[in-house]
Nanobody, 122 residues
Framework: QLVESGGGLVQAGGSLRLSCAAS????????MGWFRQAPEKEREFVAA????????QYTDSVKGRFTISRDNAKNTVYLQMNSLKPEDTAVYYC?????????????????WGQGTQVTVSS
């Protein structure tokens, strides 16, 4: 089970840190990803981290602004979001994949959280 937190309303240029807490003892072997879905748009990849944290991937629009990290001792993955823009407004979901990789494809992720709303005002 994955539970996201940390969303909210922030002004453009501000920061938020999302957290995703996972239950179970096998979190450390999962690849973890963050995805987002804006109104009337398809869910899209944002960032991913491999099981040890050594490999990360980002979609181009967030490179240099967002940072994904994980703490396997706490069964938690984070998404630090800086310099937020109105176009970052979406519901953000964390997801887990069993192969431990930092992949970008939605269909490779087996478990999903319920999502947390991020709203960036201009």
């Amino acid at each position: 089970q994955l539970v996201e937190s940390g969303g909210g309303l922030v002004q453009a240029g501000g920061s938020l840190r999302l957290s995703c807490a996972a239950s179970g003892r096998t979190f450390s072997v999962y690849g973890m990803g963050w995805f987002r879905q804006a109104p009337e748009k398809e869910r899209e990849f944002v960032a991913a981290v491999s099981w040890r944290g050594g490999i990360t991937q980002y979609t181009d629009s967030v490179k240099g602004r967002f940072t994904i990290s994980r703490d396997n001792a706490k069964n938690t993955v984070y998404l630090q979001m800086n310099s937020l823009k109105p176009e970052d407004t979406a519901v953000y979901y964390c997801a887990a994949r069993l192969d431990g990789q930092a992949g970008t494809r939605i269909n490779d992720y087996a478990s999903w959280g319920q999502g947390t709303q991020v709203t960036v005002s201009s």
